[in-house]
């Protein structure tokens, strides 16, 4: 079956400008995690969705970034006034969601995102 | 919160032999295990995981071996081919289920 897909798979932006970054995860599973991925470094956490709702937004940087999920299935996260230290790959997984912290995660491709 | 140490940072091996990483963790209360492998310009795939119940899970030429009493857990490559060369994660459950990653482990296996 279709995995996770994200869109777009590389965006060039400007430092200041606005971005918006699309995750399709695998059908039916409930939980989404979005991650960010710099140079050399593993993923780290940014936010995570249970069905529509934000149960963990603890990862998310500052207020310039923010996810939303509204009918449980795509999320999109939202980058307000980017600035050159936000250039790294952002990784979107999904998991079923039944007991999330023994669960398997399914990562996408990342969308790699370069300020300049 | 978790804590999770991945070593070696790179790792360099002649082809046919074994590739073993090492990590270990901080939370004896984390029963779940997995490892990603990423290539160049990828998401992370998993290749493997295993969870607290088992002390070793195997898989074709792939290992996983936990020792929750000194909480680190490994991966085990044998018969290693060129097309293992890239980079692996460990990684071990936050507190809302997210993965807290190592940095990360670079294999080259050289023909």
């Known amino acids: 079956g279709a995995g996770v897909s994200q869109t777009p798979s590389n965006k060039v932006t400007e430092k200041g400008k606005y971005v918006e970054l699309r995750c399709d995860p695998i059908?039916?599973?409930?939980?989404l995690y979005w991650y960010r991925q710099s140079l050399g470094q593993g993923p780290e956490f940014l936010i995570y969705?249970?069905?529509?709702?934000?149960?963990?937004d603890s990862g998310l940087p500052n207020d310039r970034f923010f996810a939303v999920r509204p009918e449980g299935s795509v999320s999109t996260l939202k980058i307000q006034r980017t600035e050159r230290g936000d250039s790294a790959v952002y990784l979107c997984?999904?998991?079923?969601?039944?007991?999330?912290?023994?669960?398997?995660?399914?990562f996408g491709p990342g969308t790699r995102l370069l300020v300049l | 919160g978790e804590n999770v140490e991945q070593h070696p940072s790179t790792l360099s091996v002649q082809e046919g032999d074994s590739a073993v990483i090492k990590c270990t963790y901080s939370?004896?209360?984390?029963?779940?295990f997995p490892w990603y492998k990423q290539e160049l310009g990828k998401g992370p795939q998993l290749i493997i995981d295993i969870r607290s119940n088992v002390g070793e899970k195997k898989d074709q030429r792939i290992a996983v071996t936990l020792n929750k009493t000194a909480k680190h857990f490994s991966l085990h490559i044998t018969e290693t081919q060129p097309e293992d060369s890239a980079v692996y994660f460990c990684?071990?459950?936050?507190?809302?289920?997210?993965?807290?990653f190592g940095k990360g482990t670079k294999l080259s296996v050289k023909p």
């Open positions: 939370d004896s209360a984390s029963n779940y």
């Open positions: 059908s039916g599973h409930t939980a």
């Open positions: 990684a071990a459950p936050g507190s809302q289920g997210n993965l807290i």
């Open positions: 969705f249970q069905g529509t709702g934000a149960a963990d």
């Open positions: 997984a999904s998991s079923p969601g039944g007991t999330v912290k023994r669960e398997t995660q399914y």
